[in-house]
């Protein structure tokens, strides 16, 4: 089972920049297309950012797009999110998540089979 785990979050004034990175415990993972959601309070968990296994497709919510960058390093099996320009709105629990089945970026979340614990992002006004 491959597990993923995230760091990086923390507490931002808006305006700030974070950068969100997620490591995976076995190489199964940087084969396929990687992804970070974000789940707000009383809010479904929704899409931010996706990349596909080669790092040349890359995918982003409308909300974040020119703000947020994802990358990704197969050789160290990282993929990571840098978040320029935060805004309040974008205070979330962010996810990191690995697909076994999909090699191009998708944005759906039934897409993806191994998901991170979770870090805070909180930004303030």
């Known amino acids: 089972q491959v597990q993923m785990v995230e760091s990086g979050g923390g507490l931002v004034q808006a305006g700030g920049s974070l950068r969100l990175t997620c490591a995976a415990s076995?190489?199964?993972?940087?084969?396929?297309?990687a992804a970070w959601f974000r789940q707000a309070p009383g809010k479904e968990r929704e899409f931010v950012a996706a990349i596909s296994w080669s790092g040349v497709d890359t995918k982003y919510a409308d909300s974040v797009k020119g703000r947020f960058t994802i990358s990704r390093d197969n050789a160290e099996r990282t993929h990571d999110l840098q978040m320029n320009n935060l805004k309040p709105e974008d205070t979330a629990v962010y996810y990191c998540a690995a697909s076994s089945r999909v090699t191009y970026a998708r944005t759906n979340l039934r897409d993806y089979d191994y998901w991170g614990q979770g870090t805070q992002v909180t930004v303030s006004s």
């Open positions: 076995e190489g199964t993972a940087s084969t396929y297309a």
